[in-house]
């Protein structure tokens, strides 16, 4: 079956689309006749480059689009840039105006490609087709696929699937040549005359597939049509294969901007291959079968070093609840160890916390932390409740700087579908960067670690000889356990103690020794996360070589083991560690302890009350009641404050983390919504969301072809579209009839056309579509009055100055020609032959750009700053008409909506007050439109045909090979 594009192009829809207000679209046909018509010998765009160009289905969600990219041709953006609307459309159908489409487009029919020197040579996807064919992906599979509803309409190609315009990289990603206008116009100055081949053509054409046609989150988005479907998965029994590639370290790579890091063609394609002729993982030949797989790894691109045994490792890393594989287990294994451990030791402070509130101020506590002033004034007591020694503080304050880099630059590859990720590792330097830092940090921690070592076996040596010197066991065990970091049976049973006083069960907390059971556990769970995230970080950084070694399903397990330890330890220091030595009420805002080796009064009485008592007892210091200090009622009071929002804090933390850790083992892995939610129908939302500057690489909309440029500019301050009542483009009452009206929404306010009265002129004035503002003339069309006016050779500053200013304002709104515009006249002399030709240029082609990046619109001016707002009546009417909804009766219905619109008419203006000569209905000189446009919107002939137009008359339009007359 050979593929074919969607039914009617916006061309072929124009029928339709003017049976209700035809006069629009000769009005667009007429404007600026003759300034596409080297780029666009049909004339098609002369109606079809104008913005909003579209209708709603009866419902007023599906968009059908008729609008495309002047740009697209004029700077060659796709494939299709060099071909003729006629080429694909047939002539005799669409030389009729208004179109009536008969004809389906067939892609695998013969093309005509003119070359530079005027030879015609043929081309076909005829070939592509074949291949689909023999693939996983043939026309037979996917127009079989299990979508409810439909993802395509009927007879439409099953090629929508995947693709959508532009096919070339987007702009922001192309390789800029210094151009000025031209591709070559740098090897032209300085081969004039020697390039026989058409190089604007090569370099974006041929040039460009060197590289993937494809950002890699667009390519997430083709696979993730099928492969992240929930219908699709459930009814063939496959698993979500793009959500475990973005949980690979490819995949959030690809998420966090690397280009470089494998996609889903590197791997099922194999490399340079045909992506076309993707194979079944079961089929002979396929780059993923278990006989080529290895080979597919060990790519020149890839992992060029690695042995067949590295294969086994998985891309597709599926820990799914219904599959007891090891891996699954062991991921259970550590988020219970993380659940159990950040449960505990979180409710412990949550408790303590409550419980400080709640108890009252025991007279006991302020004697001990009397006690423990007396003692850190005292020398001796001083120096033996030091906590930490300076060579300790060093190793800590290292350990500290090294765990923060790794833990900061990790944190943001393991969530790399978070909002923030990419913020961060952008913040960082990008992700090669942060990479770097995370192996250097890493390597530093465990030789930190390795010191650490080396250090506490000196400790021993020096403890051994001072038992010999006393007569005391010096064997090395014995040793060992008499240091005070081991742990020992009094720990537990001050541990559950601990818990007994929480509980209310009982009254006084433990009296700790030297070192609490939770610092020895902390100290023992670091000795542990060193020992096991580095080693899995070694394992996974030298890949190839562990699979060498060992096997490349020890992978595997090094990903989960790397990535859950580490998450259980940065959420631990967060959350546990840190409340302890800078968010507790005794150490806040931090504990000296880690500066100067001593720790707050407060907190020795708290955690260290037996080591206080004992060293009190035997320096023989007491404590009399006028040394107690008893806090006053208000910071008490703000204490207990303080107290009980980390109680909060800390519970939202609890909740957070265990949400997250059940997620993961309960729940099968599901592809980020960034990736998943790309447009499955055309809409007025998909339009204005799917081009913001924040996510500029979403792929189109499926069952759409013709590129959509991102032009639609959200109005902000419009009470018609923001109330609830209207979309954005409006006019949709029957499906295909609006689309001219639709067009002129985007740049005149409903008011200008549905305000009652039948006035000579209308006041009308620029309004800003983000504030509602009134503003100068749009830039656009400033820029438009000065390049007429401006001799490319002359300089002239203030013009200059006007210029540069008008083109900063203009490309503020992303337009990338608009942009190479502005630095072109920013960074050439004026009055130089590059000046001269960037001038020019800017003036053959400034009309591709006034059609509607205005970011303003035309608004009725009544003499305020704001654009017209709805009165408070009308805001009334509107809210009540939207909660009655279908409840209402039908003369409440209409009553509402007569006073929600107050003095507005239901239908609107028709288009010969503002299309025939002056006086007209609007002062277009008084916008800012130049005397030639003017003159194209009030000449006669439009306002004659107009009228025909709207008798029901129609006519042809003479197209030829040469162009349209």
Same mark, same amino acid.
């Given at each position: 079956?050979?593929?074919?594009?969607?039914?009617?192009?916006?061309?072929?829809?124009?029928?339709?689309?003017?049976?209700?207000?035809?006069?629009?679209?000769?009005?667009?046909?007429?404007?600026?006749?003759?300034?596409?018509?080297? !780029?666009?010998?049909?004339?098609?765009?002369?109606?079809?480059?104008?913005?909003?160009?579209?209708?709603?289905?009866?419902?007023?969600?599906?968009?059908?689009?008729?609008?495309?990219?002047?740009?697209?041709?004029?700077?060659?953006?796709?494939?299709?840039?060099?071909?003729?609307?006629?080429?694909?459309?047939?002539?005799?159908?669409?030389?009729?105006?208004?179109?009536?489409?008969?004809?389906?487009?067939?892609?695998?029919?013969?093309?005509?490609?003119?070359?530079?020197?005027?030879?015609?040579?043929?081309?076909?996807?005829?070939?592509?087709?074949?291949?689909?064919?023999?693939?996983?992906?043939?026309?037979?599979?996917?127009?079989?696929?299990?979508?409810?509803?439909?993802?395509?309409?009927?007879?439409?190609?099953?090629?929508?699937?995947?693709?959508?315009?532009?096919?070339?990289?987007?702009?922001?990603?192309?390789?800029?040549?210094?151009?000025?206008?031209?591709?070559?116009?740098?090897?032209?100055?300085?081969?004039?005359?020697?390039?026989?081949?058409?190089?604007?053509?090569?370099?974006?054409?041929?040039?460009?597939?060197?590289? +993937?046609?494809?950002?890699?989150?667009?390519?997430?988005?083709?696979?993730?049509?099928?492969?992240?479907?929930?219908?699709?998965?459930?009814?063939?029994?496959?698993?979500?294969?793009?959500?475990?590639?973005?949980?690979?370290?490819?995949?959030?790579?690809?998420?966090?901007?690397?280009?470089?890091?494998?996609?889903?063609?590197?791997?099922?394609?194999?490399?340079?291959?045909?992506?076309?002729?993707?194979?079944?993982?079961?089929?002979?030949?396929?780059?993923?079968?278990?006989?080529?797989?290895?080979?597919?790894?060990?790519?020149?691109?890839?992992?060029?070093?690695?042995?067949?045994?590295?294969?086994?490792?998985?891309?597709?890393?599926?820990?799914?609840?219904?599959?007891?594989?090891?891996?699954?287990?062991?991921?259970?294994?550590?988020?219970?160890?993380?659940?159990?451990?950040?449960?505990?030791?979180?409710?412990?402070?949550?408790?303590?916390?409550?419980?400080?509130?709640i108890r009252k101020h025991s007279h006991e506590d302020a004697r001990r932390v009397a006690l423990a002033r007396k003692l850190l004034a005292h020398r001796e007591g001083r120096q033996r409740l030091t906590r930490l020694t300076v060579h300790q503080r060093f190793q800590h304050w290292f350990l500290v700087i090294t765990f923060a880099t790794v833990a900061i630059t990790g944190m943001g590859l393991k969530f790399a579908d978070?909002?923030?990720?990419?913020?961060?590792?952008?913040?960082?330097?990008?992700?090669?960067?942060?990479?770097?830092?995370? !192996?250097?940090?890493?390597?530093?921690?465990?030789?930190?670690?390795?010191?650490?070592?080396?250090?506490?076996?000196?400790?021993?040596?020096?403890?051994?000889?001072?038992?010999?010197?006393?007569?005391?066991?010096?064997?090395?065990?014995?040793?060992?356990?008499?240091?005070? %970091? %081991?742990?020992?049976?009094?720990?537990?049973?001050?541990?559950?103690?601990?818990?007994?006083?929480?509980?209310?069960?009982?009254?006084?907390?433990?009296?700790?020794?030297?070192?609490?059971?939770?610092?020895?556990?902390?100290?023992?769970?670091?000795?542990?996360?060193?020992?096991?995230?580095?080693?899995?970080?070694?394992?996974?950084?030298?890949?190839?070589?562990?699979?060498?070694?060992?096997?490349?399903?020890?992978?595997?397990?090094?990903?989960? %083991?790397?990535?859950?330890?580490?998450?259980?330890?940065?959420?631990?220091?967060?959350?546990?560690?840190?409340?302890?030595?800078?968010?507790?009420?005794?150490?806040?805002?931090?504990?000296?302890?880690?500066?100067?080796?001593?720790? +707050?009064?407060?907190?020795?009485?708290?955690?260290?009350?037996?080591?206080?008592?004992?060293?009190?007892?035997?320096?023989?210091?007491?404590?009399?009641?006028?040394?107690?200090?008893?806090?006053?009622?208000?910071?008490?009071?703000?204490?207990?404050?303080?107290?009980?929002?980390?109680?909060?804090?800390?519970?939202?933390?609890?909740?957070?983390?265990?949400?997250?850790?059940?997620?993961?083992?309960?729940?099968?892995?599901?592809?980020?919504?960034?990736?998943?939610?790309? *447009?499955?129908?055309?809409?007025?939302?998909?339009?204005?969301?799917?081009?913001?500057?924040?996510?500029?690489?979403?792929?189109? *909309?499926?069952?759409?072809?013709?590129?959509?440029? +991102?032009?639609?500019?959200?109005?902000?301050?419009?009470?018609?579209?923001?109330?609830?009542?209207? +979309?954005?483009?409006?006019?949709?009452?029957?499906?295909?009839?609006?689309?001219?009206?639709?067009?002129?929404?985007?740049?005149?306010?409903?008011?200008?056309?549905?305000?009652?009265?039948?006035?000579?002129?209308?006041?009308?004035?620029?309004?800003?579509?983000?504030?509602?503002?009134?503003?100068?003339?749009?830039?656009?069309?400033?820029?438009?009055?000065?390049?007429?006016?401006?001799?490319?050779?002359?300089?002239?500053?203030?013009?200059?100055?006007?210029?540069?200013?008008?083109?900063?304002?203009?490309?503020?709104?992303?337009?990338?020609?608009? !942009?190479?515009?502005?630095?072109?006249?920013?960074?050439?002399?004026?009055?130089?032959?590059?000046?001269?030709?960037?001038?020019?240029?800017?003036?053959?082609? %400034?009309?591709?750009?006034?059609?509607?990046?205005?970011?303003?619109?035309?608004?009725?001016?009544?003499?305020?700053?704001?654009?017209?707002?709805?009165?408070?009546?009308?805001?009334?009417?509107?809210?009540?008409?939207?909660?009655?909804?279908?409840?209402?009766?039908?003369?409440?219905?209409?009553?509402?909506?007569?006073?929600?619109?107050?003095?507005?008419?239901?239908?609107?203006?028709?288009?010969?007050?503002?299309?025939? *000569?002056?006086?007209?209905?609007?002062?277009?000189?008084?916008?800012?439109?130049?005397?030639? !446009?003017?003159?194209?919107?009030?000449?006669?002939?439009?306002?004659?045909?107009?009228?025909?137009?709207?008798?029901?008359?129609?006519?042809?339009?003479?197209?030829?090979?040469?162009?349209?007359?």
């Amino acid at each position: 079956m050979a593929p074919t594009l969607p039914e009617p192009s916006r061309l072929m829809m124009l029928w339709r689309l003017t049976r209700s207000f035809g006069a629009w679209g000769l009005a667009a046909l007429l404007l600026f006749s003759g300034s596409a018509s080297a !780029r666009d010998p049909d004339g098609c765009l002369e109606c079809h480059r104008y913005r909003g160009l579209s209708s709603l289905d009866a419902q007023g969600q599906a968009l059908r689009l008729f609008s495309t990219s002047a740009e697209y041709y004029s700077q060659q953006l796709g494939p299709h840039a060099r071909l003729a609307c006629t080429d694909c459309h047939p002539r005799e159908e669409v030389q009729v105006f208004p179109h009536e489409v008969k004809t389906r487009v067939d892609c695998t029919q013969a093309c005509h490609l003119a070359t530079p020197d005027n030879v015609e040579r043929r081309f076909s996807h005829s070939e592509v087709a074949r291949t689909l064919e023999r693939s996983a992906h043939g026309d037979k599979a996917l127009s079989s696929l299990p979508f409810d509803p439909p993802l395509l309409r009927e007879g439409q190609s099953s090629c929508l699937y995947c693709h959508d315009e532009p096919l070339y990289l987007h702009p922001k990603q192309q390789v800029e040549m210094g151009r000025s206008g031209e591709p070559d116009i740098r090897c032209r100055s300085c081969h004039q005359g020697e390039l026989p081949v058409d190089t604007a053509y090569f370099t974006q054409h041929v040039g460009a597939r060197f590289e +993937p046609q494809r950002p890699p989150r667009q390519l997430a988005q083709v696979c993730a049509v099928c492969h992240s479907d929930p219908v699709f998965l459930e009814k063939t029994g496959q698993h979500d294969a793009v959500a475990s590639y973005l949980h690979s370290f490819h995949g959030k790579a690809q998420i966090l901007g690397d280009r470089q890091a494998a996609t889903c063609t590197d791997c099922h394609a194999g490399e340079g291959e045909d992506v076309h002729d993707i194979l079944g993982k079961a089929q002979a030949g396929s780059a993923v079968n278990k006989a080529e797989v290895a080979e597919t790894c060990r790519s020149a691109r890839c992992h060029v070093g690695a042995t067949p045994e590295f294969s086994a490792a998985a891309v597709h890393l599926e820990i799914d609840p219904a599959k007891r594989t090891p891996e699954y287990y062991l991921a259970v294994f550590f988020v219970l160890l993380t659940a159990g451990t950040i449960f505990v030791f979180l409710l412990m402070i949550i408790l303590d916390l409550l419980g400080s509130v709640i108890r009252k101020h025991s007279h006991e506590d302020a004697r001990r932390v009397a006690l423990a002033r007396k003692l850190l004034a005292h020398r001796e007591g001083r120096q033996r409740l030091t906590r930490l020694t300076v060579h300790q503080r060093f190793q800590h304050w290292f350990l500290v700087i090294t765990f923060a880099t790794v833990a900061i630059t990790g944190m943001g590859l393991k969530f790399a579908d978070s909002s923030w990720a990419p913020a961060l590792m952008s913040a960082l330097g990008g992700l090669s960067v942060a990479r770097g830092l995370h !192996r250097i940090a890493g390597a530093a921690m465990l030789l930190g670690f390795g010191y650490h070592l080396i250090y506490l076996l000196v400790v021993l040596v020096r403890l051994r000889q001072a038992a010999r010197r006393e007569g005391r066991p010096s064997g090395w065990l014995a040793v060992i356990l008499s240091t005070r %970091i %081991i742990p020992t049976p009094q720990d537990l049973f001050d541990f559950l103690d601990l818990w007994r006083h929480l509980l209310f069960l009982k009254k006084g907390r433990p009296r700790f020794g030297h070192f609490t059971f939770l610092e020895k556990f902390e100290y023992w769970a670091v000795t542990w996360g060193c020992l096991v995230i580095g080693l899995s970080g070694l394992a996974l950084w030298k890949s190839e070589l562990t699979s060498a070694l060992l096997s490349g399903r020890v992978l595997n397990f090094a990903f989960i %083991i790397h990535s859950d330890e580490a998450f259980l330890a940065v959420v631990y220091i967060l959350a546990v560690h840190l409340f302890s030595v800078m968010m507790a009420p005794g150490a806040f805002p931090l504990s000296k302890g880690s500066l100067t080796g001593d720790a +707050p009064p407060v907190e020795l009485a708290e955690w260290h009350g037996g080591e206080v008592e004992a060293l009190a007892e035997a320096l023989k210091i007491e404590v009399k009641d006028e040394d107690i200090e008893h806090e006053g009622r208000a910071l008490r009071w703000l204490k207990h404050a303080y107290r009980l929002s980390l109680v909060v804090v800390f519970s939202l933390v609890l909740y957070a983390s265990l949400a997250y850790l059940f997620h993961t083992i309960l729940t099968r892995d599901a592809a980020p919504t960034s990736i998943t939610e790309i *447009p499955r129908v055309l809409t007025v939302e998909s339009l204005t969301t799917a081009h913001k500057e924040a996510a500029p690489l979403t792929r189109g *909309p499926l069952a759409h072809y013709h590129q959509t440029p +991102p032009w639609f500019e959200d109005d902000t301050t419009n009470d018609c579209t923001t109330s609830g009542c209207h +979309p954005q483009l409006p006019h949709g009452d029957k499906v295909g009839t609006r689309a001219f009206l639709n067009m002129h929404a985007t740049y005149i306010d409903c008011r200008v056309c549905h305000l009652g009265g039948e006035e000579a002129t209308l006041k009308v004035a620029w309004f800003d579509l983000k504030t509602g503002a009134r503003r100068d003339t749009p830039a656009v069309l400033r820029l438009t009055a000065l390049l007429k006016a401006m001799d490319p050779v002359k300089v002239d500053e203030p013009q200059i100055e006007a210029l540069r200013a008008a083109l900063a304002e203009a490309a503020t709104g992303g337009n990338a020609q608009l !942009r190479r515009w502005r630095e072109a006249v920013e960074t050439t002399r004026p009055g130089s032959r590059v000046w001269q030709r960037v001038i020019i240029e800017m003036r053959a082609r %400034i009309t591709d750009h006034l059609h509607g990046e205005y970011q303003a619109k035309i608004a009725v001016d009544e003499g305020e700053d704001q654009r017209p707002k709805a009165s408070e009546a009308e805001r009334e009417a509107t809210a009540r008409y939207l909660e009655g909804g279908a409840g209402l009766a039908e003369g409440e219905r209409k009553r509402l909506v007569e006073q929600a619109h107050g003095a507005l008419r239901a239908e609107g203006r028709l288009c010969t007050p503002c299309h025939t *000569p002056a006086p007209g209905l609007i002062d277009y000189a008084a916008l800012g439109y130049t005397a030639e !446009r003017i003159k194209a919107l009030q000449t006669e002939m439009l306002a004659r045909r107009m009228k025909k137009l709207q008798e029901g008359d129609g006519f042809h339009m003479k197209i030829t090979p040469e162009g349209v007359h």
